[in-house]
Nanobody
Framework: QVQLVESGGGLVQAGGSLRLSCAASGRTFSTYAMAWFRQAPGKERDFVAT????????YYADSVKGRFTISRDNAKNTVYLQMNSLKLEDTAVYYC???????????????????WGQGTQVTVSS
C-alpha cells in the first residue's frame, strides 16, 4: 500500500554530516507520521526521530537531540533526517517508517508503524 525508498546513507567521519531521504509512494494520503529508526549489529531497532505529517510536530531520541533534525516535504511525500556532529555510536542501519493506521499513538515505538523502508547503512569512522 505504501512504499518507502531511502537514500543518503554512506560513510562519514566522526563530526561530519549526512542527510537521509525517504520518499513515500502509494496510498500515502492517510499517513499520520513518518519516522526514522536505526539498528546496530546485535542490537534492537531503536527510535531516532519522528514527525507528524500535518502538524509537523517532532520528537527525538535523547541520544540525537541537538544533532539530528527531521523534516518533511508534504508535496513530495518525503521525509528527511539531517544528521550533524556524527559519532561512532551513530553507526547503524537506518530505516524510515510510516504510520498509517495510527492505532497506538506511540510515535516512539516501532510497533506504531505500518510500513518500512529497506534500510540504508550509515557508517561513522574516526
Amino acid at each position: 500500500q505504501v512504499q518507502l525508498v531511502e537514500s543518503g546513507g554512506g560513510l562519514v567521519q566522526a563530526g561530519g554530516s549526512l542527510r537521509l531521504s525517504c520518499a513515500a509512494s502509494g496510498r500515502t494520503f492517510s499517513t499520520y507520521a513518518m519516522a526514522w529508526f536505526r539498528q546496530a549489529p546485535g542490537k534492537e531497532r531503536d527510535f531516532v526521530a519522528t514527525i507528524t505529517w500535518s502538524g509537523g510536530r517532532t520528537y527525538y531520541a535523547d541520544s540525537v537531540k541537538g544533532r539530528f533534525t527531521i523534516s518533511r516535504d508534504n508535496a513530495k511525500n518525503t521525509v528527511y533526517l539531517q544528521m550533524n556532529s556524527l559519532k561512532l555510536e551513530d553507526t547503524a542501519v537506518y530505516y524510515c517508517a510510516a504510520d498509517v493506521t495510527h492505532t497506538m499513538t506511540r510515535l516512539t515505538s516501532k510497533y506504531e508503524y505500518d510500513y518500512w523502508g529497506q534500510g540504508t547503512q550509515v557508517t561513522v569512522s574516526s
